[in-house]
């Protein structure tokens, strides 16, 4: 998501987003594999990548933000259950993620109006 970059949080609330539509992705690639042999279940590194991008917000104030997305590491997880054909998908526990993330991002974005709000009032009120 590329928004016009007027803060570091509104900047830091356009990746959280950007993180959790790319989780939703993983995910929906897992499901879609449910019944694939010897398929391995993937998710997204997302606390390493959020903290990161918190600290460096953090860490340069005033200052553009070019964490790409890229960095958002994809790895195999943690296998709870190996089905006879290999696949480690849990189509349960995906759909527990899955509804997660969506909430996260319905969040996210209540969170970016409401900056976006409160910096359109201050544009306002300073005229």
Do not use: C, W
């Amino acid at each position: 998501m590329d928004l016009p970059v007027f803060d570091n949080i509104t900047s830091l609330l356009g990746r959280f987003l950007d993180v959790q539509s790319r989780r939703a992705e993983v995910v929906a690639g897992n499901l879609a594999n449910v019944d694939t042999p010897g398929y391995v279940a993937r998710e997204v590194e997302f606390d390493d990548f959020l903290r990161n991008a918190a600290a460096e917000s953090l860490a340069q104030p005033g200052k553009q933000q070019n964490s790409p997305l890229a960095a958002l590491r994809v790895v195999n997880q943690e296998p709870t259950t190996i089905g006879i054909d290999g696949n480690t998908v849990d189509a349960g526990h995906e759909m527990s993620v899955l509804a997660e993330s969506g909430t996260k991002y319905l969040q996210g974005t209540q969170l970016l109006q409401m900056r976006l709000r409160t910096l359109r009032a201050a544009i306002r009120e300073g005229k």
